[in-house]
């Protein structure tokens, strides 16, 4: 018995866990490997006998160098971090208003209001930035970095509203009204009990926004155009890519360097991400 | 310290009428306790005294204020709530210097009163730690902490120990019954648990369907039911209702139904005189039943058939049949009797009510 149950947990767990994990990591693990491989093993033949597709002996920071100094990949950098806590901090403001609002106070509609927030994020960027294009230029915002910062809360707020709004109807309602009736007012309840108790819900939103906003590549395509203004995987991909040519070994180490932030955030935050998202408030 | 009246309140929801004309008096100093089945609008009465329903209609004054456009901070009241409503994120000290803190007293005074606070409970290892890391019973303590350290004109309890097993529940009844004796401060307690409202109010509200049905101290509700509601909610176990007659029988009144024929006592006939010929109400205790011995009145006894037999040690309850209906009867231990075992039943006659058919309001 023990036995077949050894078993069945090798086929039903370990197997797949692996599975998913290698299909996961891989294309970091490429993504590392293409970055440090020298330019004669990058652009050698498939069929070349000393091919070492998934591996190198002859590791280099070239490409490094080469990203930092002859492209504007640091600048880049700047920009997408700039404009990626602008408009979260923007978007969690009002998710955290809203988001309250839609879970705690009566008023008429709020039920269609917050499905109609909702709504608003399922219309994709790819339809939306049409429009958009139009207000940014009446607004003679164009190729600057507030194109983006304006236009990122349009998908980031009604995404901070709900995960807020779930949150806040899982801490006890209670814990509030204790506190109005011990002498606080509601602005007070909501700033000294409701968000230190919301946390993790808070810090969850703020993830998820900046990492949305820092992945973001259609509005930061359309609406920039100097080199100088670029996001990071805009940037990367409208610079080293010259017309049929890859600048593979930069590329690659463009976007591993985008995407070391995003991971440090996550493995910082992560218990809290976790509780943010399964909402565990008692009271 | 401050009384409280509830001058024709009424709270409307969109579809519900939640409470209807509630009016009630809460004397300075007094215990009242409102009680009633879930849905009765005992909840939402204590919410709008807090302040946290706002009135559909009506007044509440609390002291000499009329409080209704009142936020719940500026009303001076202390509500304790059934889930306890601790403040996760903080520690039990800081919990209970709260509202002090949200008052801006200065920081001896708060020190001072939540130290005091803590020792009438007795929770003052408890201060440095977080509500996780507590009992439900200490919870409890630091909730009700939470309310004295302000020294409100008036507690208000929202069931505040039907999260408790059952014996922690009757030691903190009875904490919380000493306390409100030394705080001497008014107090309006809400609960579904006729035996915490009988044992812990100066005077009890019993409510239902938004209405009050009764006020009164406790045992003026249980000897005088003014209604049939009020009878059967009141009392462990509930109190034995029977559909009867009431026939002539020329001398006197007879109440009738299949299995039994009582004779009405002489002091209850003339409020049952108009009645004759039709249905009426018969409520009897189960401790006013007794098996029947020789001194009692034939005419006050009826056959029974035992259907269960519950001993709880201190007595017996009987589950015995009278004709088609079942009632419960309580008897002394000594008494010897199994199941399927014929009774006479003896009522005794002081404590039979009678209630209206249709109004269900007492006869008597």
Not at chain 1, 147 to 155: G, K, M, R, S, V
Not at chain 2, 260 to 275: C, F, Q
Request: net charge positive; glycine share 8%.
């Amino acid at each position: 018995m023990v036995i077949e149950r050894r078993w069945k947990k090798w086929v039903f767990f370990y197997v797949p866990l692996t599975l998913f994990l290698v299909g996961m990591l891989f294309p970091f693990y490429w993504m590392f490997i293409t970055a440090v491989r020298p330019d004669a093993e990058l652009y050698r033949s498939w069929r070349n006998l000393h091919n070492t597709p998934f591996w190198t002996l002859h590791p280099t920071l070239d490409h490094l160098k080469d990203l930092l100094a002859r492209t504007m990949f640091p600048r880049w950098l700047w920009n997408t971090f700039f404009i990626a806590t602008v408009s979260t901090g923007i978007s969690l403001f009002c998710g955290l208003l809203a988001g309250y609002a839609l879970a705690r106070l009566k008023f008429p509609m709020a039920g269609t209001l917050g499905t109609a927030i909702f709504v608003t994020y399922l219309v994709p960027p790819t339809l939306l930035f049409i429009p958009l294009a139009n207000i940014i230029r009446d607004f003679q915002l164009g190729d600057t970095p507030w194109a983006l910062i304006l236009t990122y809360p349009t998908f980031l707020i009604p995404f901070c509203t709900w995960l807020l709004m779930g949150y806040f109807k899982t801490i006890p309602k209670e814990l509030e009204e204790c506190a109005r009736v011990d002498g606080a007012t509601r602005l007070g309840a909501m700033a000294w009990i409701i968000f230190p108790i919301a946390v993790p819900g808070i810090l969850s939103a703020g993830i998820f926004a900046f990492t949305l906003s820092w992945n973001e590549f259609i509005y930061a395509l359309v609406f920039i155009s100097s080199p100088e203004r670029k996001t990071v995987p805009v940037g990367v991909v409208s610079e080293l890519i010259r017309g049929d040519i890859y600048f593979w070994g930069q590329l690659m180490t463009g976007a591993l360097l985008g995407s070391v932030p995003v991971a440090l955030v996550y493995s910082f935050f992560v218990e809290y991400y976790v509780a943010g998202l399964t909402g565990s408030v008692k009271g | 310290m401050a009384q409280v009246v509830l001058k024709d309140l009424n709270k409307k929801y969109d579809e519900v009428h939640a409470v209807k004309d509630v009016n009630l008096n809460v004397l300075d100093k007094e215990f009242i306790v409102l009680v009633g089945p879930s849905g009765c609008g005992k909840s939402t009465t204590l919410r709008m005294i807090a302040g946290l329903e706002e009135i559909s209609a009506g007044e509440i004054h609390i002291g000499n204020r009329v409080v209704n456009d009142l936020p719940p901070k500026d009303r001076d009241i202390a509500m304790v709530f059934q889930n306890y409503a601790l403040y996760p994120h903080m520690t039990v000290y800081d919990n209970m210097a709260f509202g002090l803190k949200m008052r801006k007293f200065p920081k001896a005074e708060i020190q001072k009163r939540v130290q005091d606070a803590a020792e009438i409970l007795g929770i003052q290892e408890l201060l440095k730690r977080k509500p996780r890391q507590l009992s439900g019973g200490q919870r409890q303590r630091v909730a009700v902490g939470r309310a004295i350290v302000r020294h409100p004109q008036v507690f208000l309890f929202d069931e505040p120990l039907s999260n408790l097993d059952a014996k922690l529940r009757v030691q903190m009844r009875v904490e919380l019954k000493r306390l409100h004796d030394r705080l001497e401060t008014t107090a309006i307690y809400v609960t579904h648990d006729q035996v915490e409202a009988m044992t812990l109010g100066d005077r009890v509200v019993v409510m239902k369907d938004g209405w009050i049905q009764q006020v009164g101290e406790p045992l003026e509700l249980y000897g005088r039911p003014r209604n049939r509601f009020v009878a059967g909610f009141i009392g462990s176990p509930a109190m034995n209702f029977m559909d009867t007659t009431i026939s002539d029988g020329g001398s006197a009144l007879w109440i009738e139904c299949q299995g039994l024929r009582l004779k009405v006592p002489a002091d209850r006939s003339a409020r049952l005189a108009g009645k004759k010929g039709q249905p009426v109400v018969l409520g009897i205790r189960p401790e006013d039943l007794h098996p029947a011995t020789g001194a009692d009145p034939a005419d006050l006894i009826c056959e029974a058939v035992i259907d269960v037999v519950e001993p709880l040690g201190s007595e017996i309850l009987l589950d015995v049949k009278v004709g088609n209906n079942v009632i419960v009867t309580r008897v002394d231990p000594s008494v010897r009797v199994k199941q399927h075992d014929k009774i006479r039943l003896a009522f005794n006659p002081e404590r039979i009510h009678f209630f209206d058919t249709k109004t269900e309001e007492s006869l008597l």
